[in-house]
């Protein structure tokens, strides 16, 4: 199911995930018989949790840059704010008790962040309205709740894997909790949706190889694609912490933790391979930039907009949107591109100065207290732009 959507969403993707369409359309017939039992909950597993691989966090449910938010948001009293990633609803209640009279239109495809949604709407009534479904849905969505196009005055999207999704062990996101590898942001809302688990079990090794360079920017991606196709030989891989083992084994011991964070911290050589699953599975990038055409139709003039990234993907895809490129020829947001920057431009079409301002000119990131009160937002950048 995915997979189908991932190809013919937007065309942006298409030569990405061709490799990984014609593998599953040719594997699909085996994947009920041999794979969806053993991928769609848990299964053995060793429960350990290798402790350097585990920081020690905060409660899960700090709102990333929230002064800069606020800040560039300029919500005014009795205001229409739609937040497309409620999450934890850390954003959310900020807003709610710094701004009289706003009312909050609360996204999310995560059935608990709407669960959660659901209670804050309880405790301000008439305020919070609860929305679940992605944002490729969000303009039907609003449609039937009578949100018109040019009706909102703000706009928060924060992008990729939120806090509770990552704490949840039985969620699959998180290579330092042993789980069931699954990463479906959704939950159990489409059981015929493949999971994390489905990808690796199923598709072939040159369509592994193209999701991890696509999506975790992988330099090893076919040495780690080769050892998954030879471990599921043996076994399926249907645990977090099984699949974190195949890729670390597709390395020498001394490498396991030889990669490093923001804040120079040992990372698992694993990192990268759960990201990209994570964004294939979730077709992240494509829901991403559904989000922003989205917003772009439903923001006033001079409404703002601020989206929150974590990864150079993401990123890239929201500048190039905010500045007018024309994202229908790009397969992915690669920083490997041929030509020179000139060249490049004169290929892209922009109206960007039809329609976005930027609110500052360079990307924003946290500041140091933030990232030691909240190290999860260490590579967060956010972008701020006002609606033409």
Not at 2 to 22: D, E, G, N, Q
Not at 221 to 243: D, F, G
Not at 297 to 308: D, H, N, T, W, Y
Not at 345 to 368: A, F, M, N, Q, Y
Request: include cysteine.
């Amino acid at each position: 199911m995915i997979f189908h959507m991932t190809v013919r969403s937007y065309p942006m993707m298409r030569k990405t995930h061709l490799a990984a369409w014609r593998a599953w359309r040719r594997l699909r017939p085996r994947f009920h018989s041999s794979f969806v039992g053993a991928s769609s909950g848990p299964g053995p597993g060793d429960g350990s949790e290798d402790p350097s691989a585990v920081s020690a966090e905060k409660p899960p449910h700090t709102p990333v840059m929230l002064k800069e938010v606020l800040q560039y948001l300029d919500i005014q009293p009795a205001q229409v704010v739609l937040d497309m990633t409620f999450g934890g609803g850390g954003h959310t209640k900020a807003i709610l008790s710094t701004v009289p009279e706003v009312t909050v239109l609360a996204l999310d495809r995560d059935p608990t962040a709407i669960s959660l949604a659901q209670q804050l709407a309880k405790e301000h009534f008439g305020r919070v309205k609860p929305i679940l479904g992605r944002f490729s849905e969000l303009e039907d969505l609003l449609s039937n709740m009578d949100v018109k196009p040019g009706s909102i005055d703000a706009v928060l999207l924060d992008a990729g894997c939120s806090s509770m999704q990552m704490d949840e062990a039985e969620r699959g996101f998180s290579l330092s909790k042993d789980g069931p590898l699954d990463m479906r942001m959704d939950g159990d809302r489409y059981p015929d949706m493949p999971c994390a688990a489905d990808v690796v079990n199923t598709l072939d090794q040159q369509a592994l190889a193209s999701i991890l360079t696509a999506y975790g920017e992988e330099r090893h991606a076919r040495k780690i694609a080769s050892a998954i196709v030879e471990a599921r030989r043996v076994s399926p891989i249907t645990r977090t912490q099984q699949l974190a083992s195949v890729v670390a084994g597709s390395f020498p011991p001394a490498v396991v933790y030889a990669r490093k964070d923001r804040l120079n911290r040992p990372a698992h050589v694993a990192t990268k391979t759960f990201q990209a699953l994570r964004i294939f599975v979730n077709d992240e990038l494509n829901e991403l930039h559904a989000g922003l055409c989205a917003a772009q139709m439903l923001l006033k003039p001079s409404g703002r907009l601020c989206v929150i990234t974590f990864h150079s993907l993401e990123d890239r895809l929201v500048k190039r949107f905010l500045r007018g490129d024309d994202l229908s020829n790009l397969d992915h947001f690669s920083q490997r591109k041929q030509g020179t920057k000139k060249e490049n431009l004169s290929h892209e079409k922009r109206d960007g100065s039809v329609c976005w301002l930027p609110l500052r000119r360079k990307v924003i990131t946290p500041e140091k207290d933030d990232v030691k009160e909240n190290p999860r937002g260490r590579s967060s950048k956010l972008r701020a732009a006002l609606r033409r």
